[in-house]
């Protein structure tokens, strides 16, 4: 991988995960002088690859380089079906299998650090749906969920979903081309992977996936909707559907102004990764400041964890709500 374009950023560098017996191909990025306050396992989604949290268009995009400048150890993965893991897995996994298979390499990487960092997933559309099966099936590893560019209700009809065939519209994913860095194009060329064919059958399937998996998801929850998404629906009504099921003690959902659904390859990328990294400091304060021997509180209950609302300038409805 590329050097950083800022000098003063942290190495970031390639490495393998062994998933009982799947190589899972990988970029890691660790802070200098200092145990990590957590772990930041990132996801792609569809059709990408670990890079894209790594954009070289502009310094400072890199999520990579951001994090492990704030104190974070940074894990960008190649979700099974992509990578290394490729040839073992010609056909990808559906998102269930996905979710062991994340497991078992996250597992690995714990195995090999002299102190343990939480792990706090932050995944991008496709990888979203991995992050939330991984929540479910989880047994106290993860602080929390951050994920964008991912909702339960389609914007679309599901045959123009992305399969192995095509990636699907381009202008869905990247939405009005000011909203990226004129590099941002043609560095994300090789970014770009085939959509394994599980995951690409099983892509239309999400709406009636997702109430099951969210309904055992145990840990805080942020979703953001990028201004110009298209492929799914950030109305009400499908807000109440995405927040309804999910077992989560937090669930914030909010709006990225002057994105596109590719947010972490935009001029909004540092904007993004630095609220995402708010909300995993959320998520260790409220471990660090639970009641001795309970759990931390459900902001739910308490009338100030809806507190004001900044407005923004699209679609202010969604903006900073909370459940």
């Known amino acids: 991988m590329a050097d950083s374009l800022d000098s003063g950023a942290p190495e970031v560098h390639d490495i393998v995960l062994d998933a009982a017996g799947v190589p899972i191909s990988a970029l890691l990025a660790e802070p200098r002088g200092t145990q990590p306050r957590a772990t930041v396992v990132a996801v792609h989604g569809g059709g990408m690859s670990a890079g894209y949290f790594d954009s070289q268009a502009r310094p400072g995009l890199s999520l990579l380089a951001l994090g492990a400048q704030l104190g974070y150890t940074v894990l960008a993965v190649d979700r099974p079906g992509y ?27 714990a195995a090999r650090r002299d102190t343990a960092a939480p792990f706090f997933l932050l995944a991008h559309s496709n990888g979203g749906k991995l992050a939330l099966a991984a929540a479910a099936r989880d047994d106290g590893a993860l602080l929390g969920l951050d994920i964008s560019g991912l909702g339960s209700r389609l914007a679309v009809d599901r045959h123009q979903l ?14 009005a081309l000011r909203l990226y860095p004129p590099d941002a194009f043609r560095l994300s060329g090789a970014l770009v992977r085939p959509v394994p064919l599980r995951e690409a059958s099983e892509g239309p399937l999400w709406p009636e996936l997702y109430p099951d998996i969210a309904a055992r998801v145990r840990v805080p929850v942020r979703f953001t909707f990028a201004e110009h998404e298209r492929w799914w629906r950030f109305d009400e009504e499908a807000l109440d559907a995405l927040r309804k099921p999910l077992g989560a003690p937090k669930v914030n959902i909010d709006l990225q102004p002057d994105a596109g659904h590719n947010i972490s390859l935009g001029w909004a990328a540092r904007t993004y990764h630095l609220r995402a990294l708010g909300f995993l400091e959320e998520c260790l304060l409220a471990r660090d400041a639970a009641p ?12 100030l964890s809806r507190g004001p609302r900044t407005p923004v300038r699209a679609r202010p409805l969604v903006k900073g709500r909370q459940t």
């Open 83 to 109: 990578g290394l893991s490729a040839p073992h897995l010609p056909e990808g996994q559906t998102v269930h299998d996905q979710a062991a298979t994340l497991h078992a390499a996250l597992a690995d990487f």
């Open 162 to 175: 992305p399969g192995p065939d095509g990636h699907g519209d381009w202008r869905r994913h990247w939405g």
């Open 292 to 303: 001795p021997g309970g759990e931390p509180q459900d902001p739910r209950r308490t009338p």
